[in-house]
């Protein structure tokens, strides 16, 4: 009897453990189902070749000058992930012309060619947990696009195949419509035993040259201050930014004399500062613009006191059309006036924004060819006519003045008007993900524009002009439709 009983209880016992493992399985599946539902997994892409024909693009041609003709191509991956309190994003991309033969891998022959390039790769950590009344409150590591308001001064330059990114830390707060972030860079060339010196315009032979991410010289480090509040009418923001660039000396020696940059220990520090707005007046009129003024020493240590100041008006005639005229002042030097190691710098530097979103479709102006130090004026008028739910219209007409005087070079002046262009563009989009765009420009410049001091072109074509098209494709690997 004894025995029969002690088997009974041992069947229990082991019932009971039996329960226990199915309880505590259960729980786990529980836990690791909701883990699974909480995550989410993103696998997206684009695929965006664009051919272009340039007879005068960004610069003027001398004239007979044969016009340009290729095909670049950006191909991106793009990889994330959403887990409980933190998300994970990695972006890759390949970027060359059509007929580029180099290997991507090629340590010869690849400093210009750009190739394969972590665009993005970031991890941010959410510091607000899930009964926090704050909506976000986060930090964002890594290389990441940084883009903010229109893109004037701080923009992820999305038009350039390359695009733009930074190095960087970011604290993100966002609640009841308010948003404060607090950002900071520091940029090495490499792993160093001693020092911090950094060359923002590292030679080829190092194996690469600033690139793309910053025309002419790279920050060293860089803080800044954003923030902004949504009202009913509209958005404002204010903008504090510090950007550092390692302070050099020049060097003459040997014979024939030769300068040579040499770096050394300290910083240069430019200072931008200033308010963006955003208003809708009525139902149909809208007001956009801003206005920005930089202090401190420009990236060659002189000192700087310049200004910026943008209107954009954009009006809705009927329900498809849209007009908007405008006016950009970017502040520059007096042309006819030396500029001395002392002197103060008054040409406004746009920083990292978009400038193919502004001062024309051609890129004349703070793109990649330079155009002097006398600032800018740009009147506009641009307008868009949705012709159909996916089909769109653009035409955009600019008038380029220099902002100061420009020197004729024999001691007087010359007009300060540059050149007048016209920007066609049409965009249709197939499919969700599948957009095709093309896009005609044609400038009348003037003398001026050829001029020494602007774009210094002898024997220049003054009548410059530019197309293109462009596919773009953006999949949605896990989107089955």
């Given at each position: 009897m004894q025995k029969i009983t002690t088997t009974i209880q041992k069947i229990k016992a082991l019932k009971k453990t039996k329960n226990s493992k199915s309880i505590m399985l259960g729980l786990a599946i529980t836990l690791f189902g909701s883990?699974?539902?909480?995550a989410q997994f993103t696998a997206t892409g684009q695929f965006r070749p664009r051919t272009e024909y340039r007879d005068g693009y960004s610069t003027l041609q001398v004239n007979n000058a044969d016009a340009a003709a290729f095909t670049s191509q950006r191909t991106r991956l793009n990889v994330g992930f959403t887990g409980y309190r933190f998300k994970f994003f990695v972006a890759v991309q390949d970027v060359r012309v059509w007929g580029q033969d180099a290997s991507t891998i090629n340590r010869v022959t690849t400093a210009e060619n750009n190739g394969v390039q972590l665009h993005e790769a970031w991890g941010e950590i959410m510091l607000n947990d899930t009964i926090s009344n704050i909506q976000n409150l986060s930090l964002k590591i890594g290389r990441q696009e940084i883009s903010y308001d229109d893109q004037k001064v701080i923009g992820g330059l999305d038009w350039?195949?390359?695009?733009?990114?930074?190095d960087a830390i970011v604290l993100k707060y966002?609640?009841?419509?308010?948003t404060a972030d607090f950002g900071a860079a520091f940029n090495q060339n490499k792993e160093l035993l001693a020092g911090t010196i950094y060359n923002g315009v590292p030679s080829a032979t190092a194996g690469y040259t600033a690139g793309t991410n910053a025309l002419g010289t790279?920050?060293?480090?860089?803080?800044?201050?954003?923030l902004a509040r949504k009202f009913f009418f509209g958005d404002i923001s204010f903008l504090f930014l510090s950007d550092n660039f390692n302070k050099y000396t020049n060097v003459t020696a040997g014979t024939p004399p030769v300068t040579t940059k040499v770096n050394e220990e300290g910083i240069w520090t430019r200072n931008t500062t200033g308010f963006y707005y955003n208003v809708n007046a009525t139902r149909k009129l809208k007001f956009e613009g801003s206005i920005y003024h930089q202090f401190g020493h420009d990236k060659n240590g002189r000192s700087l006191s310049s200004n910026l100041a943008s209107i954009t008006s954009t009006l809705q005639v009927g329900r498809k059309l849209f007009v908007g005229p405008g006016v950009d002042y970017?502040?520059?030097?007096?042309?006819?006036?030396?500029v001395t190691a002392t002197s103060t710098n008054k040409q406004f530097d746009p920083l990292y924004g978009t400038p193919h979103k502004f001062w024309g479709n051609m890129d004349y102006f703070y793109a990649s060819s330079g155009f002097g130090s006398q600032g800018l004026l740009n009147y506009f008028l641009k307008t868009k006519y949705n012709l159909k739910d996916n089909l769109t219209l653009f035409a955009d007409l600019h008038g380029f003045q220099s902002a100061n005087s420009l020197s004729n070079g024999a001691g007087g002046e010359q007009t300060s008007y540059l050149g007048t262009e016209l920007d066609l563009k049409i965009s249709y989009s197939l499919t969700k993900m599948v957009n095709i765009e093309g896009g005609y420009s044609f400038m009348k410049a003037t003398n001026s524009m050829a001029s020494a001091q602007v774009k210094n072109v002898a024997n220049a074509s003054l009548s410059p002009q530019w197309a293109y098209v462009m596919v773009n494709i953006k999949p949605n690997f896990l989107n089955k439709k």
């Open positions: 883990s699974v539902a909480n350039l195949q390359q695009a733009r990114y930074h966002f609640n009841k419509g308010w790279n920050y060293k480090s860089l803080e800044y201050v954003y970017l502040s520059g030097n007096d042309g006819t006036e030396a």
